[in-house]
């Protein structure tokens, strides 16, 4: 039986070209993208909420209602975009801000205080990590939810190691140590508020840094 020869390879102008015409089509999808997401953030900078519509949106990025649909099923897909975005750079920003501190448990103090500084909710603005919109998540789509916060647990996880390595913490396992490390952050950011009338004060980040250091450290 004949063997059926092999097809030969296109010419490689021609391979140059089309990697070229789909960088181009990828650069403008990005850039359409982009522009849907800063409509988004500035209709949440100023109603200091969530609840703005598509259309809304499309008007603000002056692009069209099928060009939204096409990058994504709806604003809730546009919102998870923003959340994603939102912890990513959370987590850069914490990554920068350690990184100068020589004793691996300065830099978790560092790391703690400043997302818990993060997460906190702000006076007529929507937190930098959408809080009412981050409860909706976690109830209706908590797979969603865990994989957003990965980059932040990443280096968590790395500063507690280090932590653990230089003796200064105990944690058998450190990524859980640090998952609830950022949940004592995050959620008691959300929940700092004091009544009207009453003589109590707001938790502040050094507090919570020292509950948190209490638990990893067995310390009381």
């Known amino acids: 039986m004949n063997a059926v020869p092999a097809e030969p390879a296109p010419p490689a102008w021609r391979q140059r070209a089309v990697e070229r015409s789909t960088r181009a089509a ?8 982009q522009r849907f997401l800063d409509a988004a953030q500035e209709l949440i900078a100023e109603k200091g909420t969530t609840d703005f519509t598509v259309q809304e949106v ?9 060009s939204f649909y096409q990058h994504f099923d709806g ?14 750079k959370s987590a850069a920003e914490i990554r920068e801000a350690t990184s100068a501190a020589k004793k691996p448990l300065e830099r978790l103090r560092i790391a703690v205080e400043l997302l818990y500084k993060q997460s906190q909710p702000r006076p007529g603005k929507q937190s930098p990590l959408f809080t009412d919109f981050a409860m909706q998540l976690l109830a209706a789509h908590p797979a969603q939810v865990a994989t957003a916060h990965m980059p932040l647990l990443d280096v968590f996880t790395e500063l507690v190691e280090k932590a653990v390595e230089s003796g200064d913490t ?13 949940q004592t952050a995050m959620f008691t950011a959300q929940t700092t508020g ?11 980040a050094e507090e919570v840094w020292e509950f948190c250091l209490g638990g990893i450290s067995g310390g009381s």
């Not at 004091?194 to 502040?204: F, I, K, L, N, R």
């Open 170 to 182: 105990r944690a058998a396992k450190p990524r859980r140590v640090a998952s609830l490390v950022m």
């Open 58 to 66: 499309v008007e603000r990025s002056k692009q069209s209602l099928r």
């Open 194 to 204: 004091v009544p009207a009338e009453s003589h109590a004060t707001a938790v502040t």
């Open 75 to 88: 604003k809730h897909e546009l919102l998870l975009a923003l959340f994603e975005d939102a912890l990513a």
């Open 26 to 33: 990828k650069l403008r999808a990005e850039q359409r993208i």
